[in-house]
């Protein structure tokens, strides 16, 4: 089942610099999207989301871009800080059908970002 | 800052054995999930809970599995008879949403669950 993607395993950037995370979706019933924040020994921490009536979402360093025509999203991090370093998954969910709206989940990007 | 908490952190439990994930969610929410990673794979989504019932499971969530919010505050995952593949970190989430309304999901630290 691989209707989340994140193509790349990994992101090694330098520090100031910008790091961009990519994802992909196949499902066209998912209206919402979310990035999520994993340290190791930790759950998953929300970062920033975006509804599908939008194209962009900002917040602080962190920005959300969704485009629907190519289901594609990605987040940029400007500027990366070496705190940022973590393995960053996408999430997406549907409340189409109304009721619980599940995540589905891409298998994460480790984002690496060198002093 | 409000948060979801998972006890324990980690249980070791024979095959065959039953075990019980515990969470507390956030207070005011409505929604409560699990959610596990098999080490190397995806988080997946397990079941989720609304109103005192499950309102959406996935194949995983079989007959193995159970979910109670016995009262107020806790929400719990029990695995019957664990098999060596239920091997795995549990995350238990809550959201405040209704149906529509896009809020995002929290999630606790997570419990890992290994069967020997």
């Known amino acids: 089942d691989q209707q989340v993607k994140q193509n790349s395993p990994s992101l090694s950037v330098q520090e100031g610099r910008i790091s961009i995370l990519n994802c992909d979706y196949t499902?066209?019933?998912?209206?919402?999207f979310l990035w999520y924040k994993k340290y190791p020994a930790e759950g998953p921490t929300f970062l920033i989301s975006?509804?599908?009536?939008?194209d962009k979402n900002e917040d602080g360093r962190f920005t959300v871009f969704l485009n629907k025509s190519a289901k594609h999203l990605s987040l940029h991090i400007v500027p990366s800080q070496p705190g940022d370093s973590a393995v960053y998954f996408c999430?997406?969910?549907?409340?189409?059908?109304?009721?619980?709206?599940?995540?589905?989940f891409g298998k994460g990007t480790k984002l690496t970002v060198n002093p | 800052e409000p948060e979801v908490t998972q006890t324990p952190s980690h249980q070791v439990t024979q095959m065959g054995q039953e075990v019980i994930l515990r969470c507390v969610p956030i207070?005011?929410?409505?929604?409560f999930y699990w959610y596990r990673q098999i080490l190397g794979q995806k988080v997946e989504f397990l079941v989720s809970?609304?109103?005192?019932?499950?309102?959406?499971k996935s194949e995983i969530f079989d007959d193995q599995f159970s979910v109670e919010r016995p009262d107020g505050s806790n929400f719990t995952l029990k695995i019957r008879s664990t098999k060596l593949e239920d091997s795995a970190m549990y995350f238990c989430?809550?959201?405040?949403?209704?149906?529509?309304?896009?809020?995002?999901?929290?999630f606790g630290d997570g419990t890992r669950l290994s069967i020997l």
């Open positions: 207070s005011n929410h409505l929604y």
């Open positions: 989430a809550s959201t405040l949403q209704s149906p529509g309304d896009n809020q995002p999901q929290h």
């Open positions: 809970f609304y109103n005192n019932e499950i309102s959406e």
């Open positions: 999430a997406a969910s549907s409340a189409l059908r109304g009721g619980s709206e599940k995540l589905v």
């Open positions: 975006i509804s599908s009536i939008k």
């Open positions: 499902n066209s019933m998912f209206d919402y």
